[in-house]
């Protein structure tokens, strides 16, 4: 038996030999030297997808018989004879921007092949189009609304849901990266902005291959540097940053397009903007100061010397929907004293009133979100220090801190 196998594994180690020592033999790199001269021409000095290409070469020895073929190295792409010397390809869409160079497959009269690099090279570019925002754009889980007055009001879970969703396949073909720039501010009630954040985002129309998207995504980040930071999840989607809003603030979201990279001239009407509404509670309890000027007293022969201050808690009622203060409000304090706490015998006292914001009015019908202003009428109980109690109408300036 074992005479039988001993020629056999010394016949396998001699053809593992041969085939290990074929494999580390160089291979001689032959350069083709032509006696002429090869002037290679294109159409255009710039391609963009989709494009067809016309190359063209020239020849200075037409009796030589070596051929002379050009290829560009872009993957997907074959360049077609059109002619004596002349070839034409379609750039393909899926074509990744860039410097492509320009090769020379060379078949000598012998019938050796070789590969020749060129210097010449087929520049690719991006189609870089604004696109309508209104086509791809949407906010969810509600759209919001473009009037501040008309704002959607949102409970706290929908507002930390709150994302901006780009449409990608609403993208129309040939329009390029859209980067966009999003805004998002809280204002508060007396008007003031108490967070602004900007977010720098891009996206395009899919290639309908996830790796191609990627592709091209890390390609559009390494190329931009403002939009480094951003992840492939915000090709679809953003969410905005919003969390531990203050009650009936404004959230106003501004969505533009990044007209620091130049990809076309300004349109003010190309972008969205919407209002949202951060729900509160429905009964709210506030401090006011207030200047007073009684108009009627029912204990009028019982005179009193009154201050020119009223220092009250005042309760609200807010509308669900619309934020607005209901205009009438109800309030206990002091009343008609020199100072908040100048309460003495015959300068003032203390009160419940019902109170009649003028002011308000004007806001319901408005923004609603002014410094708080009141202006108004009073129907004040008024209790002063050892004197008879009284019904007061007064005419009231103040705010509301």
């Known amino acids: 038996m074992l005479k039988v196998l001993f020629p056999c594994l010394l016949s396998v180690c001699i053809a593992g030999t041969v085939r290990t020592q074929a494999q580390q033999r160089p291979t001689p790199l032959i350069q083709p030297i032509l006696d002429e001269s090869i002037l290679i021409a294109t159409d255009k000095p710039v391609y963009f997808p989709d494009d067809t290409l016309r190359l063209a070469i ?8 070596a051929s002379v073929t050009p290829i560009v190295a872009i ?12 070839y034409l390809a379609v750039i393909p869409q899926t074509v990744t921007p860039g410097s492509y160079r320009i090769l020379l497959r060379i078949v000598d009269a012998r019938g050796q092949r070789f590969l020749y690099e060129t210097a010449r090279f087929v520049q690719v570019e991006e189609y870089q189009d604004i696109e309508q925002l209104g086509r791809y754009v949407n906010i969810v889980p509600l759209d919001g609304s473009s009037d501040p007055r008309t704002a959607a009001t949102l409970i706290g879970e929908q507002v930390r849901a709150l994302r ?25 009630r007396d008007g003031t902005t108490a967070q602004s954040i900007e977010r720098r985002v891009l996206t395009f129309r899919s290639h309908g291959d996830p790796e191609r998207d990627r592709a091209m995504f890390i390609q559009y980040r390494t190329a931009y540097g403002a939009y480094a930071a951003i992840s492939t999840e915000e090709l679809d989607q953003v969410r905005l940053p919003l969390d531990s809003l203050p009650a009936w603030a404004i959230i106003k979201v501004d969505i533009d397009p990044d007209y620091t990279i130049r990809i076309g001239g300004h349109d003010g009407s190309n972008s969205v903007t919407r209002y949202f509404r951060v729900r509160g509670p429905t009964i709210e309890i506030g401090f006011s100061l207030g200047i007073p000027k009684v108009l009627y007293d029912t204990q009028s022969r019982d005179t009193i010397e009154y201050g020119n201050t009223s220092a009250m808690l005042r309760f609200y009622y807010v509308n669900a929907e619309s934020g ?9 304090g002091t009343f008609g004293v020199s100072s908040p706490i100048d309460v003495g015998v015959g300068r003032g006292g203390f009160a419940v009133s019902t109170f009649l914001d003028l002011v308000e009015l004007t806001r319901i019908s408005d923004l609603g979100f002014f410094k708080r202003v009141n202006a108004g009428l009073e129907l004040t109980q008024f209790f002063p220090i050892e004197r008879k109690a009284r019904l007061l109408i007064n005419a009231q300036v103040g705010f509301s801190p």
């Open 164 to 188: 901006v969703v780009f449409r990608r396949d609403s993208i129309r073909l040939r329009m390029g990266p859209q980067f966009v720039t999003i805004r998002t501010t809280v204002l508060l």
């Open 324 to 332: 607005n203060r209901f205009p009438v409000s109800f309030g206990m």
């Open 58 to 65: 020239q020849r200075d020895d037409s009796t030589t018989t």
């Open 75 to 86: 993957e997907g792409m074959k360049l077609k004879p059109a002619g004596h010397n002349t």
